[in-house]
Structure formats: C-alpha cells, structure tokens
C-alpha cells in the first residue's frame, strides 16, 4: 500500500500514567475529520501526569508512533501534544486597555489580553493557554466579539493554564528524542471539551471530568466559555492498588479484575456473582464475591467524586453546572456504574462523553479513553496548526487564528 502524504494529516499524541495513544486524522472531502490510523502503547515513565523516567517515556512513544505508522500506512513526522499534572493550575483574570479611535480593533483585543496575561506566577511556571471569557466595553458586559464596538475602556476577562516549565520541558524532550516535532503542547482536559461537549452544555453550564490512570483533570463551561480548571492527583491506578490490597492480588492481576469484573455501583451486582482471583507467588487460586469487589470499587470512586465535588465547591462553581450536568470521560469513566454513583454524589444528570464531531472505527468512538486525543486532533485542525511559520507575516496570521480558535470554542 502507498504511503499518505504527510502534509495531508493530522497528529495527535497524548501521553497518558498508563499509555501513550497516537491518532492519526485526515480531513475529508466533506471537511470533517476522520482517524485513519491509532497507536497505543504502554507507558511507564509517566507518573500521575508528569514525567518521571525519560526513556521509559521516549520508548512509549515510539512504539505508539510505530503502531500508527503500520496500521495507516502512514510517515509520522511531527506531533501535537497533550499532557497534564498536579502541576497544571486555572486562573481568572481580567486586563484593561484604553481604546484608541473609540472604535475597537484586533490590535486593542490582543493588547487587553496581554493586560489579563501580566499576572504574577512562580518563576518555574509558564502559561499553556490564555482564553477569552469575554468582554466589557464601557461596563457593558458579556460581549465575545468586541471588534468593531465604540467605547473607551475595553476589560477582557480571561482563564489562564498554567504549568510548570521543568514538566514541559521533559515532554519536549521525550518527543524531539523520539525523532519528532512537537507541534503544539496543549493541556488535554481543555481539548477534550471539543471532542465530547455539545454547544448547549457549554452554553448552560457544565462540567467535563477526565477520570485517568493517575489524574483527574476538572474543567467548568458556562456561556460558552472556560470559567474554572483544576486537576486532582488521583485516578483509576488508586482502584488498582485497592483491589491488589483487598485481595491480595498482584497489580496486573488486580487490574485485569477491575476491567473485566468492576463496577461501582454495587446495586447493579448479584450476590451469587463470583470471581476468580490470583494469589500472590504460587498463591491458589481463590473464589471472591463480586459483590465485595464492587464495594471496594464504590468506596474509592465515591473519595474521587466527593474530592471533585469538593473543589466546584471551594471554587464556586458547583451551581454553573446545575443545568447541562456533569460529563465524564478518561479510562476510569468506562467502570460500569460510575454514572449511577456521580448522579448520587453530585445530584445532576451526569452521562460518559464519547468523541463526537469526528469520524472513526467505531470502538474508537465508544471509549472514553480516547476522548482527549480525539479533542487534540480537532483542535489542531481548527486553528490549522502544523508548525508556527518561520515569516514574521504568516507567524503573525498563524498566531491570530490559534487565538480565533479559544475565542470562538471557549
């Protein structure tokens, strides 16, 4: 089979506690995208989201790169990350600019964001994304299109990520040690609202939730636009290590057991279910209850959830998502049961949010796990990124669309 040509695809990398997933996108005659190629392999150089082991690292990458390439006929090049950690912090912020001519143009726009970006962050931080949550022009608020408006003090209010420079770094380094590009780095938890959040949810008030192996990465929409974003260092690997505890099964083992056997909501289970589980060495098999092994589950989701709950607390923004509900996506949102068990805890409709807008094998669309590189895909496409032109022209174009593109789906 002929290979593609590279300049017609678009890459996503997500590197993931438990895997690095690659997908390959090609947009369509008809403009919308489809993956034609995906790559995953086993990561054990990430740690709840950062990089704890280079090479561990630059090996997950490469043959999740190396899977890609086989199955889409495919040379890949270069990659538009997404990772995430304990590290990556939310902030709102707000910037004030005079506007000349009392007309307001792109040029006052991009100097009032400035203003909101001049805030005062630890000297090992950088800022990953500025987004636009609207404007004021003369008091008058909720404005997301400001050019063209007459005024005289123009405010910007914006959500800040940021992120610690020494873990970006590392990425960086995993992949250009790899042999690729790092296109663009994103925090995936923001992206993924693009692949699973429909516009009414973002527009009434929502929650996204990515549930993965180490992490939980939390982001809050309303009107249309980021208004809170916060990770929790806990994910499903915590499940794992229950289980191994519970049952004095080794990590493998009790993992295996939670895909095949888990669920959270210890209601859905029969008590007559029974599972097989390993012994540690050349430990006996045993007979459990999977009665027992669901309430262990529960015990460990209900902390995850109530910690979520906890910080739409502490940050205000429990009641925004009353109305569109919660949304969960990650690994750790495929657990059967976990819709059951949120919808008790946060008392909203809650649902698993699926990579839509976008075209695919259909297990590919039915995992959850798969959600932010489907949305790191999509958003690569939107602001046509490939990599930052080195004329100061298109540098200065390619930059504008990429805030075009937060400005309009944020």
């Avoid at 946060?346 to 798969?370: K, Q």
């Avoid at 489907?374 to 004329?391: D, K, M, S, V």
Wanted: one cysteine or more; a negative charge.
């Amino acid at each position: 089979m002929a290979r593609r040509d590279e300049r017609d695809l678009w890459v996503a990398l997500d590197i993931g506690t438990s895997k690095c997933r690659v997908l390959v996108g090609q947009v369509m005659p008809e403009g919308h995208m489809e993956v034609i190629s995906e790559g995953v392999a086993e990561c054990r150089g990430v740690s709840r989201g950062d990089v704890v082991n280079i090479e561990a690292t630059i090996t997950a990458i490469r043959r999740a790169v190396e899977n890609a390439e086989q199955l889409g006929s495919c040379r890949i090049g270069s990659v538009n990350v997404g990772t995430s950690g304990p590290h990556i912090q939310g902030h709102n912020s707000t910037g004030v600019a005079p506007v000349r001519g009392r007309e307001v143009t792109q040029k006052d726009v991009e100097s009032v964001i400035d203003a909101a970006k001049a805030v005062l962050i630890p000297a090992d931080q950088r800022i990953f994304h500025v987004i636009p949550q609207e404007f004021m022009v003369d008091g008058r608020d909720g404005i997301h299109d400001a050019v063209g408006m007459h005024g005289v003090r123009l405010e910007a209010r914006v959500h800040l990520i940021t992120g610690s420079e020494g873990a970006q770094l590392n990425v960086r380094k995993c992949v250009e040690r790899s042999d690729l590009v790092l296109d663009n780095l994103f925090v995936p938890h923001i992206t993924a609202a693009e692949a699973v959040l429909l516009p009414e949810e973002r527009s009434l008030g929502v929650g996204l939730i990515d549930i993965g192996a180490g992490i939980s990465d939390i982001s809050v929409h309303r009107g249309g636009a980021i208004r809170h974003s916060a990770v929790l260092a806990m994910g499903g690997n915590l499940v794992t290590n229950d289980i191994s505890m519970a049952f004095r099964t080794p990590a493998p083992s009790a993992e295996l057991i939670k895909i095949e056997h888990g669920c959270a909501w210890p209601q859905m289970v029969t008590g007559n279910d029974v599972i097989e589980v390993r012994g540690v060495g050349d430990g006996p098999v045993r007979q459990l209850s999977r009665q027992t092994l669901s309430e262990v589950i529960w015990a460990r989701y209900d902390e995850i959830f109530r910690f979520i709950l906890r910080e739409l607390r502490r940050s205000e923004t429990e009641e925004m998502i009353k109305s569109g509900g919660l949304v969960l996506t990650g690994g750790a949102a495929a657990m059967p049961g976990v819709v059951e068990l949120a919808e008790q805890i946060f008392n909203i409709p809650v649902r698993i949010g699926l990579p839509h807008n976008i075209a695919g094998p259909e297990a590919l669309l039915r995992d959850p796990s798969a959600a932010a590189a489907a949305g790191l895909l999509l958003a690569a496409h939107r602001i046509g990124f490939q990599r930052p032109p080195e004329n100061a022209v298109n540098a200065a174009q390619w930059l504008k669309s990429v805030k075009e593109w937060f400005a309009k789906n944020f």
